[in-house]
């Protein structure tokens, strides 16, 4: 079984900045060997990619986000991190952490103020 848990939410004004975390836990999994995300959901839409890196490293990021998030990870401490700044009230969604292609934490929400 693996374990997703976002944290670094919050309430933040435009143009400020917030560091998600996703803390991976679990027998035997480790981000080394696993492509990670972070998704977004807003109220009444549906869920988006915002950023992913894969095993080796490369990154990819939705149009939206590229040059203001940063999607990094730390394999000693098996997390996934998403750095935002520059941040827009189009930004407010709650956070989704995946795994794997397959398993989701329960999201950590994220909200800009204008």
């Known amino acids: 079984q693996v374990q997703l848990e976002e944290s670094g939410g919050g309430l933040v004004q435009a143009g400020g900045s917030l560091k998600l975390s996703c803390a991976a836990s679990g027998s035997i999994f480790s981000i080394r060997w696993n492509d990670m995300a972070w998704y977004r959901q807003a109220p009444g839409k549906q869920r988006e990619l915002v950023a992913a890196i894969t095993v080796s490293g490369m990154t990819n990021y939705a149009d939206s986000v590229k040059g203001r998030f940063t999607i990094s990870k730390d394999n000693t401490k098996n997390t996934v991190y998403l750095q935002m700044s520059s941040l827009k009230p189009e930004d407010t969604a709650v956070y989704y952490c995946?795994?794997?292609?397959?398993?989701w934490g329960r999201g950590t929400q994220v909200t800009v103020s204008s």
């Open positions: 995946r795994a794997a292609r397959v398993y």
